[in-house]
């Protein structure tokens, strides 16, 4: 790269990020990824584990998922015993979703896997470069979220 200008930095960064993300992207829709979860049941699971008791609403907009991934996939979680749903008492339309027991434990689970997995990723890089790649991604993510939708306007 020549002279630190932005243009320089431009095509590189979309190079890696569309690296990054096909590296990812293979994980994503109903491909199994660990046991017999995909990847968007995964994080389900850890929100809800982190979150506690949500509705179906606050549960898609956590995950930026459509109401009906989301419902897709709660399903296949109440069939596999791991989500609960439960109705509110004042509002018979809100409905919330609860890990069960089983679903807590299996979301521990996930969830120590995910940071083993991220762990022994990270485990070579230098601790002042770990501090680098997470500032630049909470950048990146907040510019990205600032920006969505105006690519051709």
């Known amino acids: 790269?020549?002279?630190?200008?932005?243009?320089?930095?431009?095509?590189?960064?979309?190079?890696?990020?569309f690296k990054t993300i096909n590296l990812f992207r293979f994980m994503e829709r109903d491909e199994?990824?660990?046991?017999?979860?995909?990847?968007?049941?995964?994080?389900?699971?850890?929100?809800?584990?982190?979150?506690?008791k949500l509705?179906?609403?606050?549960?898609s907009k956590e995950m930026d998922l459509t109401t009906s991934?989301?419902?897709?996939?709660?399903d296949k979680l109440v069939t596999a015993g791991c989500?609960?749903?439960?109705s509110d008492k004042d509002d018979k339309r809100r409905v919330y979703v609860k890990l069960s027991?089983?679903?807590?434990?299996?979301?521990?689970?996930l969830r120590d896997a995910q940071r083993e997995f991220f762990s022994k990723m990270?485990?070579?890089?230098?601790l002042s470069t770990r501090k680098q790649?997470?500032?630049?991604?909470?950048i990146l993510i907040e510019n990205s979220k600032r920006l969505s939708g105006s690519c051709c306007s």
């Not at 200008?5 to 990020?17: A, G, H, K």
């Not at 509705?55 to 549960?59: E, Y």
């Not at 990270?122 to 230098?126: A, G, I, M, N, S």
Request: charged share 25%; with cysteine; aromatic share 6%.
């Open 1 to 17: 790269m020549s002279q630190n200008r932005l243009s320089d930095y431009v095509m590189e960064t979309c190079d890696l990020l």
């Open 32 to 52: 199994k990824v660990c046991c017999e979860w995909t990847v968007h049941q995964c994080y389900i699971m850890i929100s809800l584990l982190d979150k506690g």
């Open 55 to 59: 509705t179906m609403k606050q549960l």
């Open 69 to 74: 991934t989301m419902t897709r996939n709660i």
């Open 83 to 86: 989500v609960n749903r439960i």
């Open 101 to 109: 027991d089983q679903g807590k434990k299996t979301a521990m689970f």
């Open 122 to 126: 990270l485990e070579e890089v230098p």
């Open 133 to 138: 790649i997470v500032k630049s991604l909470e």
